[in-house]
């Protein structure tokens, strides 16, 4: 079955730089969005950064474009997240996540809905 690792997450001083790895397994990834999203505590999950194959499309969330740098290795099935800047409200439980489902635009994976299956997250504390 499909399955998705996270590692990398930590605690680390404003302005710092942390780099999260997800290790997929169970599935041919090639030509399927991944991504990732975080959670706060007492917030909603929310969009972080994806790379789908909509002209191989890549998008940030605001709150983190220039600062946060999604890349994947699709020979080994891995998606990384290189973290810079790193600031307090950056804190949360990171979820690597991917879908099988098409989409005519790369904003339709901005939505939690959009995305089938998830890791089981890694805590990244921002201290300041």
């Known amino acids: 079955q499909v399955q998705l690792v996270e590692s990398g997450g930590g605690l680390v001083q404003a302005g710092g730089s942390l780099r999260l790895s997800c290790a997929a397994s169970g599935h041919n990834f090639n030509g399927y969005a991944m991504g990732w999203f975080r959670q706060a505590p007492g917030k909603e999950r929310e969009f972080v950064a994806a790379?789908?194959?909509?002209?191989?499309?890549?998008s940030y969330a605001d709150s983190v474009k220039n600062r946060f740098t999604i890349s994947r290795d699709s020979a080994n099935n891995t998606l990384a997240l290189q973290m810079n800047s790193l600031k307090p409200e950056d804190t949360a439980v990171y979820y690597c996540?991917?879908?099988?489902?098409?989409?005519?635009?790369?904003?339709?994976?901005?939505?939690?809905?959009?995305?089938?299956?998830w890791g089981q997250g890694t805590q990244v504390t921002v201290a300041s």
């Open positions: 996540a991917t879908s099988f489902k098409y989409y005519p635009a790369s904003d339709y994976y901005t939505h939690e809905s959009s995305w089938d299956y």
């Open positions: 790379h789908s194959w909509i002209g191989s499309s890549i």
